[in-house]
């Protein structure tokens, strides 16, 4: 499809106008694979402006698939890159493989294991944790190799700017197609994550969008949306609506034919802290309706 401009306009707003059934999410995405080019050049920003006489086009695929580029293998575990620049690097997590090491100061973490991988070209690079996974969580991470890319992430996250997605296989049947759940956590001294009130001077707002995608009478397959990103958020919503991830026992799952937790990140957008060009990675979840 091919158009030329005859406003000024920003490209967003042009995609709104032309693509009126299309969410916005779905527009963004466009931009962010690299569907949209113009006058031949492909243009991720959001707010770029419009000329008149440029000429627009929407791809039906981008040119340039991100395709995992290595793997970084050690132990039990091998975390596939997904993407890398001077700025970020874009990770995959297995299951069962802590993010960052704790207060135990564990050595085999996903953290040590992507700054070892960093320093092999050189010695004084250094990779940033920017948000974290459960250790029971697989999917896609995100990590910074300068601190001021850190903390302009860091910052999208606090701003609830990040658009995240994760699939869960749960166990039951759902009986609405979709629902938000709001809950109000808190962390005791011991790590326990708990249900509070809005109140509490320690709760933290929790709130989890969740879409049914399959179903049978014993297991449901979602897709979820957090604003927020609490620790256990996820579990603990599910808990509460009588759903619990299968393989979750501490929050009331009963069965575990996968020896593990069913929760996979399996999207992430943000804008990239050099260009704030949009960018959005997947991760494809490994759950089969049981």
Same mark, same amino acid.
């Given at each position: 499809?091919?158009?030329i401009?005859?406003? &000024? ?5 042009f995609?709104?106008? %032309?693509f ?13 694979i ?23 086009e ?5 040119k ?5 580029? *290595? ?24 299951a ?12 085999? *973490?996903?953290?040590? $294991?992507?700054v070892?991988?960093?320093?092999? %070209? %050189? ?8 948000h974290r996974?459960? +250790? ?10 300068? $601190?001021?890319? $850190?903390?302009?992430l860091?910052e999208? @996250?606090?701003?609830r700017s990040?658009?995240? #997605?994760?699939?869960?296989?749960? &166990? ?7 629902? #938000?759940i &709001?809950? @109000? ?8 994550? +708990?249900? #509070? #009130? ?10 989890t ?11 449901? /397959? ?9 620790r256990h958020q ?8 009588g ?7 501490l ?16 999207? /992430? ?5 050099h ?6 990675f997947?991760?494809?979840?490994? @759950?089969?309706?049981?």
């Open positions: 499809m091919k158009k401009i005859v406003k &000024e306009i920003e490209l967003l707003q995609l709104k106008q %032309n009126p059934k299309t969410s916005t999410n779905k527009l963004r995405k466009m931009l962010s690299g569907r949209i080019e113009i006058n031949g050049k492909t243009i991720h920003q959001a707010k770029y402006l419009l000329s008149v006489d440029d000429t627009f929407l791809l039906d695929k981008p340039k698939e991100i395709e995992p580029q *290595t793997e970084i293998k050690f132990s039990n575990y091998s975390i596939n890159i997904i993407y890398e620049d001077d700025y970020i690097l874009i990770v995959e997590k297995p069962k493989l802590l993010s960052v090491a704790t207060d135990k100061l564990e050595i085999k *973490t996903l953290h040590s $294991k992507c070892d991988y960093v320093k092999q %070209n %050189n010695a004084k690079a250094w990779a940033y944790i920017v996974l459960d +250790k029971e969580t697989s999917g896609i991470m995100l990590l910074a190799k300068d $601190k001021k890319s $850190k903390e302009y860091q999208q @996250f606090a701003q990040v658009y995240r #997605t994760y699939h869960a296989m749960v &166990e039951g049947e759902l009986t609405d197609d979709k629902g #938000t &709001e809950q @109000f956590l808190v962390e005791d001294k011991q790590l326990n994550i +708990k249900f #509070t #009130t809005k109140s509490n001077k320690y709760a933290k707002q929790a709130i969008h969740w879409e049914l995608l399959q179903s049978t009478d014993k297991t449901s /397959l979602l897709r979820l949306m957090i604003e927020t990103g609490r996820i579990r603990m919503a599910l808990k509460s609506i759903h619990p991830i299968i393989g979750d026992s929050h009331g799952a009963q069965t575990n034919p996968l020896s593990r937790i069913c929760l996979h990140a399996t999207s /992430l957008e943000f804008l990239h802290p260009s704030d060009e949009p960018m959005r997947e991760s494809p979840h490994p @759950f089969n309706i049981l």
